[in-house]
């Protein structure tokens, strides 16, 4: 058109795209007006074919329409461009060729979605779940090949999840929904989960499907659970089977130790003695390994109930060792304790369980130490208290070092090994250990002994108080212990220094030259003399051979062991003045160094700690006891053992008898001032029996009569429950008779008695 014909130019027809060198969709250089018309009809058709595939790969007839409108648009859109330029301006047919380039760019994002669906699906269909969308009528629009196969729906585009054989139930316990597919043993088991998503580019809601075959995880559960059942089934079988065993053997095994003890109170040949001490020996051993077993199937079964009770540490230290004393100086080796000034007086623990950890660690040591000694330390650290029992045996090897605490595990299995036991021992403490929240281990050197250590948690460990240092009651003391060097000296030399005394040792003529010298430097002159018995022969030649005499009114103290004769006298020798009992206790060493004691007092307590039998005291009354027990021979010892006290025994063999025996009184008043029971017994067991005369007594109210039950069950749980029903007092067989006569003459004492 002539440039003055005064009409204003058109505007340039905007720049369309053109399909890009690399034939994607979507990406489109920028050209002029014919050749994008040119070029339009073929994009068109391959645009149509690719929109329709889509629609119909994805069954989704809305993509369909969409697409062939914006393709119609396309189509025409050479000629909406000519109208553009003749009209120029913002014409109509300017608007409509921005919605074609939009739809453009939708069929080249649905070309993409496709693209994209059609690998998901993929990936869905790999990993075997189903997978379905449903519109909000509840008709399925897309479904995977997964799901087809297994509801057997070629096309089930237009169903309902029902009508397509889906119909998930939800499961009471998980709230979780699954469905079962096919029949007999080729069901599957499915779980369902559905969700609700919106379209982006609709705003249509869907509800989006996916089931996961669980089939093989719940044959996998259910299996876990049959095995644990009869996992849980031959536990409880072992379990019951040792407990009755155990029970059945201990009856016997009190008769034989008990029988054995009362034979030993008879005149015997030496022959005889020892043949019965072997035989009391070997019953005790046996006794030993039963309550080991117990103790580890209590354990496994998770039956390790743990007390909380207050108990004094030196007692539970000392008593150990004092009980072991004799074992070991049967074999020629010391045994002696040091507990540390900062450990506690007393503690709230499960004192049972740590005396058993304890026995354990000491009757180890002292079964596999030939020469030297036992030394059992107190201490604490880090706010834990700490034990370590020391022995000079062998030693252990690395290997045997690491697997030591494990069950049935022994340091010499090999087919010559010198000591027995299960190797049940260590095992148990390891874990009374762990559950009292502490730790326990082991370090040794071959040929050097080894050093078990254990450590427990004591919530009422204290910190020190703040202040000045309190003056110690041997301050004043300077001591020179003459002693085979080992855990004995080393105990009594550290013993006096905790009680702020200075104290030095000596077991030969270089060592006593050292230990004065010493004790020379100290400036402190020598107040004390303690001498082991074992070297009271030489002990004067060596203090004769000293290079300066010692004061004449020097105290002497003799260290005997608990197993020497009786006459005490005959051991302390020329000028000696007091005596200690080993392992010495540091009351009793504090005592006789601070000449706090009295000698009369002393001398029952050492008569009170050898006597092979309890004696009742001359103030003590007889007793009338009635004695429930079906067993004989268990009947008899325990007859026996009482009326040898001067008891006056009266014995049924059934409960019944035992409640009507009891609740004769005529006048309101017992026949008897105690009661003896076995816990099993027939007609009406031991508890039931205990029940029934308490319930008798609070109806009348009559005088509580006072009962001790004898059971093979030792467990914790077992006297607590005895002792809730009414039971006065408790005892475990094997009975020891020295325990069953102090428990009676206690528990009837507690009885008030009339009055003759």
């Known amino acids: 058109m002539p440039a003055d014909s005064g009409k204003a130019a058109p505007e340039p027809i905007p720049a369309v795209r053109s399909p ?3 034939g994607r969709p979507g990406a489109f250089d920028a050209v002029d007006a014919e050749a994008a018309s040119a070029s339009r009809p073929l994009f068109a058709v391959s645009a149509a074919m690719a929109a329709t595939a889509l629609s119909l790969a994805l069954d989704a007839p809305a993509l369909l329409l969409a697409s062939l ?29 921005r919605k074609a380039a939009q739809a453009e760019r939708d069929i080249d994002r649905s070309w993409e979605l496709g693209e994209f669906s059609g690998q998901v699906a993929t990936v869905f269909d790999a990993l075997g779940d189903m997978v379905a969308a449903c519109n909000l009528d509840g008709r399925i629009v897309y479904a995977n090949e997964t799901f087809r196969r297994v509801t057997g729906c070629d096309n089930p585009v237009g169903l309902t ?55 093989a995880v719940r044959a996998a559960e259910a299996e876990l659970v049959e ?89 539970l230290v000392n008593g150990v060792c004092e009980l072991m004393a004799s074992r070991a100086h049967e074999k020629g080796i010391e045994i002696a304790a040091h507990i540390a000034p900062e450990a506690p007086s007393r503690i709230t623990s499960d004192i049972g369980r740590l005396r058993q950890v304890l026995f354990n660690l000491v009757g180890n040591a002292i079964k596999f130490t030939e020469t030297g000694g036992v030394l059992v330390e107190v201490g604490r650290e880090n706010g834990e208290l700490v034990f370590i029992v020391s022995d000079t045996g062998p030693g252990l090897k690395e290997a045997d070092r690491l697997r030591i605490f494990d069950e049935f595990e022994r340091a010499d299995n090999g087919p010559t090994r010198k000591h027995g036991g299960a190797g049940l021992g260590l095992s148990i403490s390891s874990r009374i250990v762990t559950a009292l929240g502490g730790t326990i281990d082991v370090t040794s050197t071959p040929g050097q002994g ?3 250590q254990f450590s427990v948690p004591v919530p009422e460990l204290a910190a020190p108080e703040a202040g000045a240092p309190v003056r110690g009651p041997l301050a004043e003391h300077t001591a020179l212990v003459i002693a085979p060097r080992g855990p004995v000296s080393t105990a009594l030399m550290w013993t006096i220094r905790d009680m702020g005394g200075i104290a030095e040792t000596a077991e030969d003529a270089d060592s006593l030259m ?3 010298m010493r004790l020379y430097r100290s400036g402190t002159p020598v107040t004390d003399i303690i001498i082991d018995r074992r070297m009271a022969d030489r002990a004067e030649a060596l203090l004769a051979a000293a290079p300066s005499e010692f004061p004449a009114g020097i105290a002497r103290t003799i260290v005997i062991a608990p197993e020497d004769s009786r006459d005490l006298s005959s051991h302390a020798g020329p000028g000696a003045d007091a005596w ?7 009351q009793s060493l504090v005592n006789v160094l601070a000449r706090r004691d009295d000698r009369d ?5 050492s008569a009170k700690r050898r006597a092979p039998v309890l004696d009742r005291p001359s103030s003590m009354p007889t007793l009338d006891i009635l004695l429930a027990e079906d067993d004989p021979v268990n009947a008899l010892v325990v007859r026996t053992t009482l009326a040898r006290q001067g008891h006056r025994v009266t014995v049924v063999d059934n409960g019944r008898d035992l409640v009507r025996e009891a609740m004769e009184r005529p006048g309101g008043t017992a026949s008897y001032d105690l009661v003896i029971t076995d816990l099993s017994m027939p007609e009406l067991d031991g508890r039931s029996a205990i029940v029934k005369i308490r319930a008798e007594e609070a109806a009348g109210h009559l005088t509580r009569l006072p009962v001790i039950v004898l059971s093979a069950d030792g467990q914790a749980s077992t006297r607590d429950d005895l002792l809730a029903a009414g039971a006065d007092g408790h005892a475990e067989k094997p009975v020891d008779p020295e325990w069953l006569l102090q428990l009676a003459a206690v528990t009837a004492g507690k009885r008030p008695r009339a009055a003759g």
């Open 20 to 22: 890009a060198a690399d």
């Open 69 to 97: 409108s914006g393709l119609a648009v396309y189509a025409a859109s050479p000629l909406l461009a000519r109208a553009i330029r003749r009209s120029g301006g913002d014409h109509p047919a300017r608007v409509m060729a």
């Open 161 to 215: 999840l029902a009508m397509a054989g889906i119909t998930p139930v939800e499961i009471a316990e998980t709230g979780a929904r699954e469905l079962v597919l096919g029949e007999g043993a080729h069901s599957t088991i499915w779980t369902w989960h559905e969700a609700t998503s919106r379209d982006p580019s609709s705003g249509e809601l869907f509800i989006e499907c996916i089931g996961r075959n669980v089939t």
């Open 227 to 315: 095995a644990r059942e009869r996992a849980e089934a031959a536990n409880h079988a072992k379990s019951r089977f040792l407990a009755t065993v155990s029970h059945e053997i201990r009856t016997p095994l009190n008769g034989i130790l008990g029988m054995t003890h009362l034979l030993e109170q008879t005149e015997t040949t030496p022959e005889q003695a020892s043949y019965l001490k072997t035989a009391r020996e070997s019953g005790l051993s046996l006794l030993s390994l039963i309550e080991d077993l117990l103790d580890v199937t209590s354990i496994e079964a998770g039956r390790l109930h743990l007390r909380h009770e207050e108990g004094a540490l030196d007692d």
């Open 450 to 452: 080894s050093r078990f």
């Open 514 to 516: 050292t230990a004065l």
């Open 580 to 586: 200690l009992v080993r392992p010495v206790r540091r």
């Open 601 to 605: 007092d002393r001398d029952r307590l």
